[in-house]
């Protein structure tokens, strides 16, 4: 399949709609607004645009442990927020995916689950008319 490059049109009335996901990502924390490098405990320490602070040890980033303390410490923040540059390294991480990671498996998939359910379609909301019509949901049995 021949994939097509969108119209300028096609870009500029998707502008908007990004543009509100970013302000929800930063009002949420998922974006950075400083990162630093830490020596003392070998860690990457980032503040977050809602205030936290969140560090990530070097071990736990493969292509970060054999940097030297220079190199680690020319961290820089993407102009988004949404991603940490190490030029030298070539290596670049993504705000959110190190957030992400540091939460356990059960966790990421409840909070997945979580977003996925408030999404809003034209065929969801037929099936909840539809199911509506049938009496809506099933009484649960008493325990």
């Known amino acids: 399949m021949v994939r097509r ?20 990502e930063r009002r949420q924390g998922l974006r950075a607004r400083t990162a630093a490098y830490d020596g003392t405990a070998r ?14 040890p070097i071990r736990a980033i493969p292509a970060l442990k054999a940097a030297t303390e220079a190199q680690l410490s ?3 923040v993407d102009p988004s927020g949404g991603a940490l540059r190490w030029a030298d390294l070539d290596v670049d991480l993504s705000v959110p995916g190190l957030i992400l990671s ?6 990421k998939l409840r909070h997945f689950a979580s977003l996925a359910g408030r999404v809003r379609t034209d065929a969801k909301a037929r099936a909840a008319r539809k199911n509506g019509l049938k009496g809506g949901r099933p009484k649960k049995a008493p325990r």
């Open 43 to 56: 860690r990457i320490v980032l503040e977050l645009t809602n205030g936290y602070l969140f560090g990530f």
């Open 5 to 24: 490059s969108p119209t300028d049109a096609e870009i500029l009335a998707q502008i908007p709609a990004a543009r509100a996901r970013e302000r929800q």
């Open 102 to 107: 540091a939460v356990g498996a059960e966790e």
């Open 74 to 76: 020319q961290v820089e």
